[in-house]
């Protein structure tokens, strides 16, 4: 049975904070926030849905700062998802949220385990101090380690979200982020590439030129070593980069965004895997067979593994074979 988020955006509500970076109502394409009875609508529409695709969700609450909204409109919503898990455990198997390192406490875990919440994403952002004060965060990297330790030892999942590029932060800092993610264990990470989007002030910080985001290769670089780095510590990167939306597209002043930038970061590691296989290997004529979900990481997007390739002076065919083990297969061919 195939698994999904059925995400329920709570843009801004509880967030004391506005950070540089932030306009939730177009990254999530909500502004307004559902009442308890618009939840329960919902989730009757879905459950059909769900049933009928052969489709299990957790619900997921995202978009704001889950646990610092209002108490008694938290629960409304957790009293009306926990009792759609309950009559529903097929298709509604558990909850979920994102909230702020710094609204994470005894009391509160206590109240989402009671509902049946199974996992905390925390928005941590950056574990450089000076890069969350000049972002406005509101949070330090020490709230991040002790509200992750909390999660955990509370039984939840643990996921952490970082972002890449933000002001104040550079290649070395983002890769620090990473590192000290993997010595707090999380189950999962999200990575989110900088966005400039209208109306926000990192916007502002950009017209005036005091903020310039990482170029599109920095990003795909930066971002392809991170999958390599939660990968190879049994950390499961769940997304990289924002959905597409058409908000986003009409409002992207700069930074990185790309539809498909997880596959492009994902195809960049297939290239340098590669490029290190044919190091080794003499000659320079070889077909690559790899199987047909991995054929367009292998080729790259708009054919840019395979034309860099060339570049190299390789003379490369690509192949599609699904009896192919592991990633890709180099076979010399002719006289080089």
Avoid: W
């Avoid at 049975?1 to 932030?22: D, Q």
């Avoid at 297939?270 to 990481?297: A, D, P, V, W």
């Amino acid at each position: 049975m195939k698994h999904t988020n059925l995400s329920i955006f709570i843009p801004h509500m509880g967030c004391p904070f506005c950070c540089s970076f932030c306009n939730q109502g177009i990254i999530s394409g909500k502004t307004k926030a559902p009442t308890d009875r618009e939840l329960i609508t919902l989730l009757n529409q879905q459950q059909e849905i769900l049933k009928r695709n052969n489709v299990c969700a957790e619900i997921a609450f995202f978009g704001g700062s889950f646990t610092a909204i209002d108490r008694n409109y938290m629960i409304k919503l957790l009293s009306a998802a926990k009792s759609f898990c309950d009559e529903f455990p097929e298709q509604y198997t558990g909850l979920r949220c994102s909230t702020r390192p710094d609204f994470i406490d005894e009391e509160i875990l206590g109240i989402l385990k009671e509902y049946g919440m199974r996992s905390i994403e925390l928005g941590a952002q950056s574990m450089n101090n000076d890069v969350l004060e000049k972002n406005n965060r509101g949070h330090t990297a020490s709230d991040v380690k002790v509200a992750s330790k909390m999660i955990r030892d509370f039984g939840f999942s643990l996921g952490l979200q970082m972002m890449t590029g933000l002001y104040g932060s550079t290649i070395e800092s983002d890769l620090d982020t990473a590192k000290q993610f993997i010595e707090l264990k999380p189950d999962t990470v999200r990575i989110y590439p900088t966005v400039v989007l209208k109306h926000t002030r990192l916007a502002e910080y950009f017209n005036k030129g005091i903020y310039k985001p990482f170029s599109f290769d920095e990003s795909v670089e930066l971002c392809s070593n991170l999958l390599k780095m939660f990968e190879k510590n049994n950390v499961k990167v769940i997304r990289l980069g924002l959905h597409a939306s058409d908000d986003i597209k009409n409002d992207f002043i700069a930074g990185t965004y790309h539809p498909a930038f997880r596959e492009i970061c994902e195809s960049r590691n297939i290239l340098n895997k590669i490029i290190e296989q044919l190091n080794i290997l003499k000659g320079n004529t070889f077909n690559i067979y790899t199987n047909s979900r991995n054929l367009s990481k292998v080729i790259g997007h708009k054919k840019s593994n395979l034309n860099t390739l060339e570049k190299k002076g390789y003379k490369i065919k690509i192949f599609s074979d699904d009896f192919c083990k592991g990633e890709f297969k180099i076979v010399k061919t002719g006289v080089s």
